[in-house]
């Protein structure tokens, strides 16, 4: 199975407020989720490399 990953860079350092999202404006972050073959919410705004981990338990799922 061909692997995937983020294509881009990424920096989060633990909330909105101070430094990158300061300087950028940044207000909040987008929700994000993660649901099964079966249309049941399996993870919530996973980070890094938990995104990989939960799809690689899907596809074993199957």
């Known amino acids: 199975m ?3 990953g983020i294509t881009w860079n990424s920096i989060w350092n633990g909330s909105t ?3 990158i999202p300061a300087q950028w404006g940044v207000t909040g972050y987008p929700t994000s989720y993660v ?3 079966d ?3 399996r993870a919530l705004s996973p ?5 990989e ?7 074993a799922e199957k």
């Open 2 to 4: 061909e692997k995937f």
């Open 47 to 51: 980070r890094g490399r938990g995104v």
């Open 17 to 19: 407020s101070g430094g």
């Open 35 to 37: 649901l099964d073959r």
């Open 39 to 41: 249309g049941v919410i």
């Open 53 to 59: 981990k939960i799809v690689d338990e899907l596809v």
